[in-house]
């Protein structure tokens, strides 16, 4: 009975996880048609920065969250600078903006591997999450069941930002139509470098949040990225519900499909994806069909 | 953090090193002009970088310390980087083996880089010290100039499950490793043992090699006493974290990978009071570990660990192979015959000495992770002598059945 | 244009006389890595490049021919046979591969691709009988091509270099023939194609079929030359490589696809010699490509040539130079 209680909690609570993850990348590839293969390494370059400071690496010790907070402000900075310097020449050219992405991103690992070292970090749980919850028969970790909290907040603020507020309503504006976007008067190229950097500033808030859980190592880049991948395949692009439902939905499968079908452990994420793509390209909630 | 080894070709003999170097060795018969070419095959970006680097570290303290020179002959040292990859192990064989000629070659890293180059290097007659625990490369397989210094897959694990059914008197257990040859041989010898001691393997789980959540599996894990993990790389630290978060409390062994000793600088309280069995410890009390420990601290600012300590033997072995034949390097095949020959006493990891298949037999250590001083060490509490790749078992019996794997041995429902 | 046939025809000659200049048998190997890896390139620039189709699982259809010839070779066949059955089940795979994925195009086909190369290489991993796992399969022995040994390394390269001609031969009447041309039309105006009375699901499968069969020709001389196969050759960073390959050379274009092909395999064998972060400078080549010639390096860099030609001319107050041909 446990066992099926502790893998619904973590379906939940890792599918939070995957949301922070995919969700700047749906962002990004909803609003700018482009496929962010770059998404990995932010994640790794927020969980690097953010270990760095929990640790005290740099001699300077803080506390969780405001490193967290440091490590998002820096990677969507250093996002916001690759959209205007890069990213910005090369609109609708999806094969260059591949080749930069993918260019972007060995740089960026073996950067980290250059600073960082190969040996992982592990990243302290925050004092105030430690320990456990217990919810009647189940007991489960503070931090992961904080995580699904963090998830709820991040979205409502993004679904807050996107359909109540004027920046939100230029950022649909670009999504649907940028040409008339920019008849009208929004200044459709500020907007993209916004949005990127606050998709790269998501990125790395997830790497650090997940810091606690995953650790920090060399590869983390690689093993994340096909997950945001499918989560945005599953869920639909550009739609903020279809990414948090595809989240959920992926955690669901990760988690049950690794413990009932061990045998299948490799396939248990990449045949549902093939089974949406062939059934219906747009995802669940996508909008269009990519 | 670690200070990187930034030049990658070294050539370093100083007159004076090797003035002093003929003093101190015996004068060989034939000075050799030529310098001794020493390759490494080693990962120095992705993922395995993490043990590629600890690699070269090893060997190169053991090269400063020598002043690059072995039994009075210079020694040039050529790294290569592989990328993790069986195509690039196979090209940097072949860089180091036809264009730099290297004598001997200490690495690669991985098993499937071995195996993706163990034909050519018996085809080209070059000796080769490696860590891979491919097993059958000493088995069932056997490459004549093969030699392995640390230990097989499962050679760790036979003394781990001795123990565990002994020492610890545990009676059941579940192993968990990732899916892959390495975890099958670790895990295979760790159950035949603990089977033959009175234990029972209940349940083997096998996550993917990527697997960034071990929660499905973690889930699994009751009704019994212990377990047994078989993590490698950065892998153990976060099973370790992950089963602590799960409010899993049965005592952990596991072996050389999971416990080992690099990766106590990254630990945290959730790992402590699990065992491991390692060919290496760094609080023995030899010599050379001693010197070993020091040079690491000083040079890297770290502690070594079983990759850095395995790479460091091997240069040993080089070496002493070197004094046997006097300096010549030129016949690979008596070459090869006297580093087979080589016994050591006094090495980082202790006493020495090679099978007929060129694997080790030597001693192997189990420690308890413990706090001391606020860092976290690994407390020898037992050592096992003469330890070799067959373990208690008929080496006949145990060539005959099949190398270790997934579903061998298997589950007794 | 005739500055271009002497180029090439210098090329060629160089080409040929390869192992007689190249010191040393480990450039020669090196050598003919880049041109199976070309042919592989060239056969993913089908598809990326004429097509319009980036597929991320191509080095899953590479590994599946390597291990069919690597498994034929266990089960004791000779060498004839296991590479006919290669080659059939090679079809085969892409016949299926191709069937699932142009159910889609744009970002669509890239992520079945994806998904469908993952596949494959799970299927690597984890079918231990057929492919021994990420313990992987090894060929004891090369080919005797009419009683030539391709054990050497010169022969192999020659062996190699003919594949090589034939198949960029193959490719350049391809895109010539009117099916080629087709293709293109597909990938720029795929609705006015079909209105045309075109068939455009079949132009693109069968452009899969000889993208297909391209690939196993080139997944055959891998198998060969490294005499050895493992899941790692069927991931995700090795379909990743083969399109950065394409794309840094110029995708659509004949000759792009062998320059990247030329400069991936020498950053990752010779310059990873000498420089210790070559993978950083592998991305940052590839950043700096993007930002100085986004069309890739052979189209880019015959931009830039014919820049400074124009300039040249137009300084010593001649007419300018004559009409650009594409390359």
């Known amino acids: ?290 | 953090m670690s200070r990187k080894i930034t030049r990658r070709k070294f050539i370093v003999g100083t007159a004076a090193g090797t003035a002093a170097a003929t003093f101190n060795f015996p004068a060989p018969a034939i000075a050799q002009a030529a310098p001794f070419k020493l390759g490494l095959l080693t990962v120095k970006t992705g993922p395995l970088a993490q043990g590629g680097i600890q690699m070269e570290q090893g060997i190169v303290t053991f090269l400063k310390e020598k002043n690059y020179t072995f039994a009075g002959r210079k020694v040039e040292f050529i790294s290569a980087d592989t990328g993790g990859s069986p195509a690039g192990t196979k090209t940097k064989a072949q860089e180091l083996i036809e264009r730099d000629k290297v004598d001997t070659i200490v690495g690669p890293l991985a098993a499937f880089e071995l195996l993706a180059i163990t034909d050519y290097i018996a085809q080209q007659k070059t000796p080769c010290l490696s860590l891979a625990a491919a097993e059958d490369l000493t088995q069932r397989r056997p490459n004549p100039y093969f030699l392995r210094a640390s230990a097989t897959s499962s050679q760790a694990m036979h003394p781990m499950a001795d123990f565990a059914a002994k020492e610890l008197k545990l009676k059941r257990m579940i192993t968990i490793s990732e899916d892959f040859a390495f975890g099958y041989e670790q895990m295979g010898g760790f159950q035949q043992t603990f089977e033959d001691n009175g234990g029972r393997i209940v349940n083997k789980l096998w996550p993917p090699i990527v697997t960034p959540d071990y929660t499905p599996y973690l889930a699994q894990i009751e009704g019994v006493d212990g377990v047994c993990q078989g993590f490698a790389g950065s892998n153990p630290l976060r099973f370790m974290k992950q089963y602590a978060a799960a409010g899993l409390k049965y005592p952990v062994v596991t072996g050389e990978t999971g416990g080992d000793d690099a990766l106590l600088r990254s630990f945290g309280d959730e790992a402590l009071g699990m065992y491991s069995c390692c060919p290496y410890t760094l609080d023995l009390n030899t010599d050379t570990n001693k010197r070993f420990v020091a040079a690491m601290n000083k040079d890297y600012g770290v502690d070594p660990g079983f990759y850095c300590a395995g790479l460091y033997v091997n240069g040993m072995v080089v070496e002493a192979g070197l004094q046997k034949t006097s300096g010549k390097s030129d016949d690979k095949t008596e070459f090869m015959k006297a580093m087979k020959s080589v016994s050591l006493t006094d090495t980082p990891r202790g006493p020495i000495k090679f099978d007929n298949f060129g694997n080790v037999i030597g001693d192997f250590y189990v420690r308890h992770l413990e706090k001391a001083n606020g860092k976290f060490i690994n407390k020898t509490v037992k050592v096992y002598h003469n330890v070799s790749q067959f373990w208690t078992y008929d080496e006949k019996k145990f060539l005959e059945q099949p190398v270790y794997s997934r579903n061998y041995p298997p589950l007794k429902s | 244009m005739s500055g271009r046939v002497f180029a090439l025809g210098v090329a060629f000659v160089a080409l040929v006389t390869l192992p007689y200049w190249m010191t040393g048998v480990y450039y020669i190997n090196v050598a003919s890595q880049i041109l199976f890896y070309a042919i592989f390139a060239l056969a993913l620039n089908v598809l990326v490049g004429y097509a319009g189709l980036v597929s991320l699982g191509h080095a899953g259809l590479f590994g599946v021919t390597a291990y069919a010839t690597g498994y034929m070779l266990q089960l004791g066949f000779g060498h004839p046979m296991a590479i006919l059955v290669a080659l059939v089940i090679s079809l085969i795979s892409v016949a299926i591969y191709a069937v699932l994925s142009l159910r889609s195009t744009g970002i669509g086909f890239i992520m079945i691709t994806l998904a469908l190369g993952e596949i494959l290489w799970g299927l690597a991993y984890r079918w231990i009988s057929l492919t021994g796992g990420d313990n992987g399969l090894s060929l004891k022995t090369r080919p005797e091509p009419f009683g030539y040994s391709l054990s050497d390394a010169t022969a192999f390269y020659y062996a190699t270099l003919v594949i090589f001609l034939l198949s960029l031969a193959a490719v350049t009447v391809f895109v010539r023939s009117p099916l080629g041309a087709a293709l293109m039309g597909t990938r720029d105006q795929a609705r006015r194609m079909s209105a045309l009375g075109y068939h455009v699901w079949a132009i693109r499968f069968y452009a899969c079929l000889f993208s297909g069969l391209l690939t196993a020709v080139s997944a055959i001389l891998f198998v060969y030359y490294t005499q050895f196969i493992s899941p790692q050759t069927l991931g995700l960073t090795s379909s990743a490589e083969v399109l950065l390959m394409v794309i840094s050379g110029g995708a659509g274009t004949l000759l792009g696809p062998i320059f990247g092909a030329g400069l991936v395999v020498i950053v990752k064998t010779v310059v990873s010699g000498f420089i210790e972060r070559w993978n950083f400078l592998l991305g940052a080549i590839f950043v700096a490509i993007v930002i100085l010639m986004p069309e890739g390096l052979v189209p880019g860099t015959a931009r830039l040539w014919r820049l400074a030609r124009r300039k040249r001319a137009r300084s010593s107050k001649a007419i300018p130079g004559s009409a650009e041909a594409k390359p």
């Open chain 1, 1 to 290: 009975m446990t066992f099926w209680l502790v893998l619904t909690a973590n379906s939940i609570t890792f599918g939070g996880l995957l949301f922070l993850l995919s969700a700047g990348f749906s962002l990004i590839f909803g609003l700018m048609r482009i496929p962010n293969l770059t998404h990995g390494s932010l994640f790794m370059l927020g969980a690097y920065i953010g270990a760095t400071f929990v640790i005290g690496m740099l001699g300077v010790k803080m506390n969780f969250w405001l490193a967290a907070v440091l490590a998002t402000l820096t990677v969507a900075f250093l996002g916001a600078l690759a959209e205007r310097m890069l990213l910005r020449r090369l609109p609708g050219d999806q094969l260059a903006q591949v080749l930069v992405t993918l260019g972007l991103s060995f740089m960026a690992a073996d950067f980290c591997l250059l600073v960082w070292g190969g040996d992982p970090l592990s990243v302290a749980t925050p004092p105030e999450l430690a320990g456990f919850a217990r919810l009647g028969v189940l007991v489960f970790p503070n931090y992961r069941l904080a995580i699904i909290v963090i998830a709820v907040i991040v979205a409502i603020g993004l679904w807050l930002l996107l359909d109540r507020t004027r920046l939100g309503a230029m950022i649909r504006a670009g999504v649907d139509d940028p040409d008339m976007a920019r008849v009208v008067g929004v200044r459709v190229s500020q907007l993209f470098t916004i949005v990127f950097a606050l998709g790269a500033g998501l990125a790395a808030f997830a790497g650090i949040i997940g810091g606690p859980i995953l650790s920090v190592y060399p590869g983390l880049d690689q093993d994340m990225l096909p997950l945001a991948l499918v989560v945005v395949i599953l869920g639909g692009s550009g739609s903020l519900l279809g990414s948090f439902v595809g989240s959920i939905i992926v955690g669901f499968i990760y988690n049950f499909g690794q413990a009932l079908l061990p045998e299948l452990a490799y396939f248990v994420l990449f045949f549902p994806m093939l089974l949406v793509l062939l059934l219906r390209p747009q995802g669940l909630f996508g909008r269009h069909v990519p």
